[in-house]
């Protein structure tokens, strides 16, 4: 795969220098300025966040201070050792990433936001995805994301765009299931004006578009065989052919894929390419389904709830107490999807202030599998418990105890025990 340069600008007024600097950092993308308005004008083109390293002829302790409490990274002196410079520079790379990452797993508000500003979670399970999505975004690598219907793998699809040093660049996601077969060639490749009855204009397909971004396929265990195989001739050569075209088109884009479908019972099947396979899954991500994401499933109704109510219902105040007790009793065979249209849908038509069970229009849900082993069936049981009751207090441990019915320290014990985050 292409690979995605990082950014590098040098300030240097003395021009010999500044051109053997570039030349020994001709793996990136270099800016070169020679004096401070230039330098200036080409930070005001770069993200906030950027680090500085200063490297000065002036060797005095002062200026050293200075620089560094006005925001610099690290500060030098000349004469230049490149090899000591590439260090520093590889280590404030790594420190803006780092920044990134963490700026993207922080948690903005009080619902349980988190991971990578797109999806709700307050579930070790997810957090787990969550980190990995964040490890491997700036690798320009492919990714499978694999899990059912509703999980949100398109949301995490653009988690790791927006992690990776594409994020400036199209996010272009097709679903590969929704197109009929005959248009979904012409979608992806894009075709010549008079290539087929109808083609009456050149039209640059979705991963054309994508161009310096991320290709995202959704669905891609429906792609036909026939179609497979130009995909696959794609990915290894890095160009594409548009329909009805003789020349060749250079592409730069990091493809990101996902299904539902097993797909390794599709190649034994031989309904789709091993080499394919091989090729889009560098990096496998299972994603779970909502029902083994604990405590997700009332946070999420809670966030539903609030958002549907600002846009359709104002007088709709929260959930009923009857309503999270059968939320966090369903299986959700829909997922996220199913829980988001129940929650839209009950918010419209309540006729209280707080939306209902009857609302929700859900049953007892299913009981839990028997579990025989007594301690690993107490330390689920208490695992279950304080993460449901800290999701639905939003965090707060007071609130948590009294609601499990257990003293401030006893409960802090406990998540200590269980080693459970909050």
């Known amino acids: 795969m292409t690979e995605h340069r990082q950014k590098l600008l040098i300030v240097e007024d003395d021009l010999d220098l500044q051109k053997q600097l570039k030349w020994s ?4 993308d270099v800016s070169c300025a020679s004096n401070r308005e230039d330098a200036l004008a080409l930070l005001r083109e770069v993200e906030p966040g950027t680090k500085i390293i200063v490297v000065s002829g002036d060797g ?10 006005a925001g610099a990274l690290v500060f030098g002196h000349k004469p230049v050792d490149i090899d000591e410079l590439h260090m520093l520079v590889r280590r404030a790379f790594h420190a803006r990433e780092r920044e990134t990452q963490n700026a993207l797993l922080q948690q903005p508000d009080s619902d349980g936001a988190l991971l990578l500003g797109t999806i709700r979670t307050a579930s ?13 975004a700036p690798a320009d690598i492919s990714v499978l994301l694999l899990g059912a219907s509703g999980t949100g793998k398109e949301l995490l699809a653009r988690g790791l765009h927006n992690a990776s040093g594409r994020r400036d660049k199209p996010f272009v996601a097709i679903n590969c299931g929704a197109i009929p077969e005959n248009l979904l060639e012409s979608e992806l490749f894009g075709h010549e004006k008079g290539a ?3 083609a ?5 397909g979705k991963i054309e578009l994508a161009h310096g971004g991320t290709q995202f396929l959704d669905e891609v265990g429906d792609i036909p065989l026939a179609l497979q195989v130009k995909l696959l001739r794609f990915l290894q050569e890095r160009n594409i052919e548009r329909i009805g075209g003789r020349k060749a088109i250079q592409v730069d884009v990091r493809v990101v894929c996902a299904t539902h479908r097993n797909l390794s019972q599709m190649i034994s099947e031989q309904t789709f390419r091993d080499d394919l396979y091989y090729r889009l899954a560098e990096v496998t991500v299972n994603i779970p389904p909502l029902a083994a994401r604990t405590g997700d499933a009332i946070l999420l109704a809670k966030h539903f709830t609030s958002k549907f109510a600002r846009e359709m219902n104002p007088t709709i105040k929260g959930m009923s107490t009857g309503a ?13 999807r199913e829980l988001e249209n129940r929650v839209k849908r009950a918010v419209i038509m309540a006729e209280g202030a707080f939306v209902t069970a009857d609302d929700l229009d859900l049953g007892d849900g299913n009981a839990d599998d028997l579990q025989l082993n007594l301690k690993a069936a107490r330390e689920a049981a208490d695992r279950k418990a304080i993460t449901r009751a800290v999701a639905r ?13 257990i003293s401030r320290p006893t409960l802090y014990d406990l998540l200590k025990q269980y080693d459970l985050n909050v």
Do not use: C
Not at 25 to 28: D, L, R, S
Not at 124 to 136: C, G, N
Not at 324 to 336: E, H, Q, Y
């Open 25 to 28: 950092y001709e793996g990136f």
């Open 60 to 69: 005095a302790h002062e200026s050293a201070l200075r620089a560094i409490s």
């Open 124 to 136: 070790p399970e997810m957090i787990k995805v969550a980190r990995t999505i964040v490890r491997i």
């Open 196 to 198: 087929f009855t109808g």
């Open 200 to 204: 009456v204009k050149t039209t640059e």
């Open 324 to 336: 999270l007790a059968a939320i966090d009793a369903w299986n959700w065979p829909g997922n996220v």
């Open 393 to 405: 207090t939003e965090g707060n441990i007071s609130n948590a105890a009294k609601l499990l019915g």
